[in-house]
Each structure stands twice: as C-alpha cells, then as structure tokens.
C-alpha cells in the first residue's frame, strides 16, 4: 500500500456522462497531482493542487476540472465523456509544491482508476 | 520536443539474461530529477529510484543497478539475471526544479522475461 488512496479502482460509464475521480493523499502530503495514461498518448501530466491551491496544469481539457478540499483530498471531475477519455487516471502526492527539497523524498503513486467510456 | 525518450519499445530476454533499459533526457535545467518506475500487469506504478542531477553516482540495488551520465544526458537502467517477475512496462520520468515536480514519463519499455 502506497499511502496514496484512489477510488473507484474501475469505472464504466456511457459517453457523455460525468465522474468524479476521488484521490487520498498520504499523510502528511500537501500536494496532489493527477496523470492520465492512454494507449495514444502514454502518461501525462494534467495538474497539480498544492495546499487547496492549483499549482501547475498541464494537457488538462476543458472538460476536466480538479479540485483539492480542505482535508487534502482531492477529486478530478470528467465531464462530457467521450471514448477517447477511456484511460487509467493516476494520483500522486508529494510534501512540497516544487522540485527543489526533494533529499531522497520519493513521489507517490495510487494505484489507479481505470475509467472505461462506451 | 519529446524531453524523454525511451526509444526501446519492447525488449524480450530469457531468464537469467542481462538487460538494460535506455534512457535519454532533454532538459535546460540544471537541478532537475530523474527516476524510473515499474508498471507490472496489475496497473500500479512502482517507485524504484530517483535520482538529482548533482550526484551522478551509479547506483546498485541487488539486481538493479542505475547508470547516470549527465555527458550523454542518460539514465540507463541494468536488470542483471533477469526474472519473470521482472516482466513490466518500465517509464523513465524526467523532473525539472522549474517546472515542479510535474513529471515528463517516456513512453514506457515493455520487458517480457521469457521462463
């Protein structure tokens, strides 16, 4: 177990339709970040919440948004599903915002959600 | 322009065989991270090092062992007496301090370690 908690591990909805992806990230880390890997476009960056606050995005759509609560655990909403959205979402968690304390502090995975779009 | 490349897409060995899994980065940073995770069938994404561009110190942990060289930007990775289990897509993954810690992952070398 990594720390980092992602739930559902699988999802299967029809296109056009909404989820919400949920993340827990390990105790004691303030940033979150989401990826996507698909088959095309292998494993991306879509964004970073540090603290409540959104960090840094990457290749995120306009039709995904994130967000990070109060206790730390954030959720990635898809919206307008289409096929091409069907990929494995992973979190991860880190202590700090940037790059730079980063001793022998390693990054943190999830285990994934797999969303299914059909 | 691709800031990891893999260029090994798939690599099959038989057990007990040596293999190394290339890595070449592109980055203008000069305090930036490099690292390597495993992806088994299951999924997950497994950590197995970091490293910082300050120590280009090889490392070695039981089988594995990490051949770092700022020179030719690479950040190779040596499986000695390979095993099934070894079997996995392996990502090599490229952080720079100025960008935080989002991560640029190579497209991934798929390993099958035939019995």
Do not use: M
Request: glycine share 8%; with cysteine; net charge negative.
């Amino acid at each position: 177990d990594s720390g980092v908690t992602q739930t559902p591990k699988h999802l299967i909805t029809a296109t056009g339709q909404r989820v919400t992806l949920r993340c827990s990230p390990r105790s004691g880390d303030l940033s979150v970040y989401w990826y996507q890997q698909s088959l095309d476009q292998g494993l991306q960056f879509l964004i970073q919440y540090y603290n409540g606050e959104e960090r840094a995005k990457g290749n995120i759509l306009e039709r995904f948004s994130a967000q990070q609560f109060p206790d730390l655990h954030s959720e990635l909403n898809l919206s307008s599903l289409e096929l091409g959205d069907s990929a494995l979402y992973f979190c991860a968690s880190s202590i700090s915002p940037t790059g730079g304390d980063q001793s022998n502090y390693g990054y943190t995975f999830g285990s994934g959600t797999r969303l299914t779009v059909v | 322009a691709q800031k990891v490349t893999q260029a090994q897409t798939e690599i099959s060995v038989v057990e007990k065989e040596d293999v190394t899994l290339d890595c070449v980065y592109e980055t203008r940073d000069t305090t930036y991270y490099l690292f390597w995770y495993k992806q088994p069938p299951s999924g997950e994404l497994v950590f197995l090092i970091r490293r910082n561009s300050f120590d280009e110190q090889n490392e070695i942990s039981g089988r594995y062992s990490w051949n770092f060289q700022k020179s030719t930007s690479s950040f190779n990775f040596t499986i000695t007496a390979s095993q099934v289990v070894d079997s996995a897509v392996y990502f090599c993954a490229l952080s720079e301090a100025h960008t935080g810690n989002q991560f640029y992952f190579g497209t991934g070398t798929s390993l099958t370690v035939i019995p």
